[in-house]
């Protein structure tokens, strides 16, 4: 997701903070996704809410969502693997056993824009579940 530049709120507030604070409000009634998948009896897949977290990842970018000549970043990306750390656990052999069940990274663009990409484990929620999920409020 892309959000572009708002000169209104320049210098009061920083995105990647204000995201990681709202991730943290709503894991708390979200709680299975900061847990790691584990095999039960026939290979079944289950959830053990271990209290780990997400991965939550803060990135700088030196270019401007809108650099002239430049429609790398502009929807469709045609490079998400820039916008999406990839953290594959030490020892997981590529399984995504043990593995975080989300993956978010808020990247900032020297324009004053950012962009936010989260990868979510298809085992833990389909695509309506992934909405309710970005769309929570209290």
């Keep these: 997701m892309f959000y572009n530049n708002n000169p209104c709120m320049k210098g009061l507030l920083d995105p990647a903070k204000v995201i990681r604070e709202a991730l943290s409000k709503t894991l708390v009634y979200y709680y299975p996704y900061a847990g790691r998948l584990f095999e039960g009896p026939d290979y079944k897949l289950m959830v053990d809410c271990t209290e780990e977290g997400v991965v939550f990842v803060e990135a700088d970018a030196v270019l401007s969502l809108n650099q002239p000549g430049d429609h790398t970043l502009q929807p469709p990306c045609r490079y998400p693997e820039l916008l999406l750390c990839d953290v594959v656990p030490p020892g997981s052999d590529g399984l995504m056993i043990g593995w975080p ?6 990247t900032r663009f020297n324009c004053g824009g950012f962009a936010l990409a989260i990868r979510f484990n298809h085992v833990m929620s389909d695509a309506l579940g992934s909405i309710q999920f970005l769309t929570y409020y209290e």
């Design 101 to 106: 069940l989300m993956f978010v990274q808020v």
